[in-house]
């Protein structure tokens, strides 16, 4: 498909999904998956699929009227780029809540059981395209009822590319601390790897030890709902884009998968393993978490 298709048809689906009910959809959700997908992988290497990847995201959120911010920045010798769409309060509140996704791809597949495919990227149906398509389907719900507190929703760059090249994870995470310093949200929540068959959200540790309260409030919210993939059990510490903002002292909690999946940082990580049941409950549990946060 030319480039000028991609466009067009781009258009139509953020049209038609505006004219939709505004309730999160774990199957609209899968079609975003679906359409990041189409660029191809989201890695350094692959500068067009970049581009056109930052260019959907935006374009997901213009319509809806969130003031919207590009932070480019090079870091580790690389290029990348940060998004961050801010939805204001409907009331006076001062409260501001942060939802946070990597939107980038490892560029090299090292767990993939055939070893002449290592070294290829990953296409991240889950690992990158998952928790995108959780904030573009919130951004929709947003718009259309704002919620009592601000909300931002900020897609990371270069998060995957940890132990390539001596670099760290988290890079844009922790670039967009550095151009913000007086960034300070009351709470936060990132969504990583989130559409699994068989989604298990576990309480990952770094977020249960500096940021309890808030996790239990999201458990609480999982449980009235029922929502089976939130395991009330104890995870693991596990690097993430919520790290750099736990270090700067404001409660964030990741929302990831564990144990990770057979196919993960595989080229098997794919739109056949995605389930629109469990973006669902993910998307609900966050969208509750939204609008009651208030009331905690």
Known sequence: MTRIGILILTTFFWVALAAEPLNFDGQRAMEHIANQLAYGPREPGNKKAKRQTVQYIHNGLAPFGAKLKAQSFTAFGLQGTNLW????SQTQSSHRIMLGAHWDTRPQAEHDS??????MPIAGANDGASGVAVLLEIAQILASNPAPVTVDLVFFD????GGIGDRPFSIGASQFIAANPAYRPTAGVIVDMVCDKNLSIPR??????RAGPLMDQLWDIAKKQKATAFKDRRGQYITDDHVPFLKAGIPVVDLIHYPFPDYWHSTEDSIDKCSADSLQQVGNVLSDFIYTYLQN
């Not at 769409?85 to 204001?88: E, G, H, N, V």
């Not at 055939?114 to 070294?119: A, G, I, L, P, Q």
């Not at 270069?158 to 590319?161: A, I, T």
């Not at 990952?204 to 030890?209: G, I, K, L, P, V």
Request: glycine content about 0%; proline content about 5%; aromatic content about 4%.
């Open 114 to 119: 055939d070893k002449s495919k290592r070294h």
């Open 204 to 209: 990952e540790q770094h977020s249960q030890t």
């Open 158 to 161: 270069l998060e995957d590319m």
């Open 85 to 88: 769409a801010s939805f204001p």
